[in-house]
């Protein structure tokens, strides 16, 4: 089955402890990026990824880092995790980057920072 | 830079009628895609459908239809004989054609369907 993933679906952590979340997807797709979800402000981009080892900043890319090491991949890092951090992610992907293709979502990660 | 606008934050709708969500985006650019996303209480984002800004003719799919309105700037999404499963927050979003990698997504509607 077509489809992206992330894990962990749900998780608390405290202040300033680092944390990864996973992304993939198996469609064998290019285009690859990571969304955050906040009440009132719909979803916001926080980084894309065209290809494997070429990643670029989204609008609120701030406490944030990314990696793309394998076209499959695409994780989320959190290096010091702030309570302003704490949202609903989204990690997408799309066959390419052109305009008109659409973008599959994964589940969403729930993070809580204390 | 673009913004998308959803004036109505919570819409109910009597199942088997017919609802209307709203949506104005702002743009300076000529070419460039809308879509309506649905995402039901699993959180899921579903893609519900989409419109090209070339394209005159209004997108439909199956019981959603789209009011695309260029000039006005506006994308509005009907759904037609409303079921129960319909009830989600519906987001709309604005991808430019310009290089723009990058969904602007509007607020979000939560439409509930009253049986």
């Known amino acids: 089955e077509a489809q992206v993933t992330q894990n962990p679906r749900y998780l608390i952590t405290v202040t300033g402890k680092k944390l990864t979340v996973t992304c993939s997807q198996n469609?064998?797709?290019?285009?690859m990026s990571w969304y955050r979800q906040d009440p009132g402000l719909g979803l916001r981009q926080i980084y894309y990824?065209?290809?494997?080892?070429?990643?670029d900043k989204g609008d609120v890319p701030e406490g944030y880092k990314v990696s793309r090491k394998e076209k499959r991949n695409f994780p989320l890092i959190l290096e010091s995790p702030s309570p302003n951090q704490t949202s609903l992610y989204f990690c997408?992907?799309?066959?390419?980057?052109?305009?008109?293709?659409?973008?599959?979502f994964g589940p969403g990660t729930r993070l809580l920072v204390l | 830079a673009q913004t998308v606008t959803q004036s109505q934050p919570e819409m109910s709708v009597q199942e088997a009628e017919t609802v209307t969500l709203s949506c104005t985006y702002d743009?300076?650019?000529?070419?460039?895609?809308l879509f309506w996303y649905k995402q039901p209480p699993s959180r899921q984002m579903i893609l519900v459908i989409r419109?090209?800004?070339?394209?005159?003719q209004n997108a439909t799919e199956n019981r959603f239809s789209v009011n695309f309105q260029k000039a006005a700037k506006s994308f509005s999404l009907k759904i037609s004989d409303s079921q129960l499963g319909d009830a989600a927050m519906y987001f709309c979003?604005?991808?430019?054609?310009?290089?723009?990698?990058?969904?602007?997504f509007g607020q979000g509607t939560r439409l509930t369907i009253n049986p």
């Open positions: 997408a992907s799309s066959q390419g980057a052109l305009e008109w293709e659409t973008q599959y």
């Open positions: 469609m064998n797709h290019e285009y």
């Open positions: 990824s065209m290809n494997v080892e070429v990643t």
């Open positions: 743009t300076s650019e000529s070419d460039y895609y």
């Open positions: 419109q090209e800004a070339y394209k005159q």
């Open positions: 979003a604005y991808r430019s054609a310009q290089g723009a990698q990058k969904l602007v």
